[in-house]
C-alpha cells in the first residue's frame, strides 16, 4: 500500500497556489492529457527580480497536485537562479518523501518549472521542444537512452519498476523493457537476475490466487484513490479484469495494469501473467 506523508494529503487536499496568472512572465508547460500527465506552471517577478507570485493547473493524481503545489512554495520569493536550483528530490523532500511509483509526478513539477523558466529567458517564446537527444527507448511515452540513462545516475535507480517510476518509461505496453534492462546493466555496472523458474498452476489455482491478491495487496492500494479491480476471467497466462470506481477510464488505467496490478500479480504469483482489460 502507498504510504502518502501528512505534507502530501495537505498539499492534495488543500493545494496552493491553483490557477493560472494572466501575462506571466514565465509559463511552462509539460506533458499531455491523452498520456495522463498535464502540468502548466505561471509565475510572475517583482522589481527585484524575484517570484513574486506563481501558481499552477494539473492534471493528474493527487501526488501530482501535492507536488506542483508544494513546488509553488518552494519558489516564491526566490530568484530564477535560486529557484532552477530545486530538483524532483527537493520537491519529494519537501513533501516529507513520495512513494518510488509517484516520483515521476516530482520530476514533471522540475521540468515545468524549467520551461517557464526558459519562456521568460526567451522573451515569451513558447516554441516547439527540441528533438530529444538520443535513441527512442519507450515509443508509448516517448523516452530515449539518455534520458533513462540519466535517470538511473542521478536517482541511483537499480530495476525496471524504478524507471518507471521515475521516468514512466516502460509503464505502457512493457515492449521496451529488456532494453531498459541492458540500459540499467550498462550504467550500473551489474548483470540482470536471472528469473525464478515459476510452479505451474492450474486455471482454478490462478483464479483462487488472483482473487487473494487483488484482496490483500492491490484494491487496498487502488482504494486510496477510490478505486477498485475485479477479476473477469483467465486464459492461459492472459488475466482480464476490469477496473472501477475513479480508476474506470482513467488516463492512468495503462499504467494502473502494469505497474500495480500486473507487477503484484507477477511479484505474488507467476512472471508468466500478463493483465489485460476486459
Known sequence: MWD???KVRDHYLHPRNVGEIENPDG???IGNITCGDALRLTFKLDEQKRISDIRFKT???????ASASVLTELCKGKTLEEVRKITNKDIANALGGLPREKMHCSVMGEEALEAAITFY???????????KEGTIICHCFG?????????VIDNGLTTIDDVTNFTKAGGACGGCHDEIQKIIDRVT?????????QVRLTTLQKIDKVREVLKSDINPILSQDG????????????????????????????????????????????????????
Open 143 to 151: 523516452i530515449t537512452d539518455k534520458e533513462i540513462e540519466k535517470a
Open 27 to 29: 509559463f511552462g508547460e
Open 4 to 6: 502518502y506523508t501528512d
Open 121 to 131: 529567458e526567451t522573451g515569451g517564446k513558447i516554441s516547439t521542444p527540441p528533438e
Open 189 to 197: 555496472g551489474s548483470k540482470s537476475q536471472q528469473p525464478v523458474k
Open 59 to 65: 492534471f493528474g493524481c493527487g501526488s501530482a497536485i
Open 227 to 278: 478505486g477498485e479491480c475485479q477479476l473477469v476471467d483467465i486464459d492461459g497466462n492472459d488475466v482480464y479484469v476490469t477496473l472501477k470506481g475513479h480508476c474506470s477510464g482513467c488516463a492512468f488505467s495503462s499504467m494502473t495494469l502494469v505497474n500495480v496490478v500486473e507487477k503484484k500479480l507477477r511479484e505474488k504469483i507467476s512472471a508468466e501473467l500478463v493483465v489485460k482489460l476486459s
